[in-house]
Nanobody, 126 residues
Framework: VQLVESGGGLVQTGGSLRLSCVTS????????IAWYRQPPGKEREGVSC???????YYADSVRGRFTISRDNAQATVKMQMNSLKPEDTAVYYC?????????????????????WGQGIQVTVSS
């Protein structure tokens, strides 16, 4: 199983980035997908997730600014991040959860996620 994030970097406040997570080694369509982040000196937190049926969920801090999407054919998940703020600075991780029909994703239960990427740095300058 592999999850490889890309698209991070340095951006000014108000700017945009698009993160991608290319996956392999498992049946992508059977998994809920999430993005987590860990700001410097803080604990990891859930950012967004997308269920097998396409239902999305966002943390209050990013709702309206971030958009998660999945491409089952390409086994890829992306997250468009707009109107970035310095507090969005963090290492971002994608994670996948083997699920069952009807179980929607949650970002409050990181322990339910089976596989994680190595993380990618996003830095928003003020």
């Amino acid at each position: 199983v592999q999850l490889v994030e890309s698209g991070g970097g340095l951006v000014q406040t108000g700017g945009s980035l698009r993160l991608s997570c290319v996956t392999s080694g498992f049946t992508f369509g059977d998994y809920n997908i999430a993005w987590y982040r860990q700001p410097p000196g803080k604990e990891r937190e859930g950012v967004s997730c997308i269920s097998v049926d396409g239902t999305t969920y966002y943390a209050d801090s990013v709702r309206g600014r971030f958009t998660i999407s999945r491409d089952n054919a390409q086994a890829t998940v992306k997250m468009q991040m707009n109107s970035l703020k310095p507090e969005d600075t963090a290492v971002y991780y994608c994670a996948v959860e083997r699920t069952v029909v009807g179980k929607l994703c949650l970002i409050t239960r990181s322990y339910e996620y089976d596989y994680w990427g190595q993380g990618i740095q996003v830095t928003v300058s003020s």
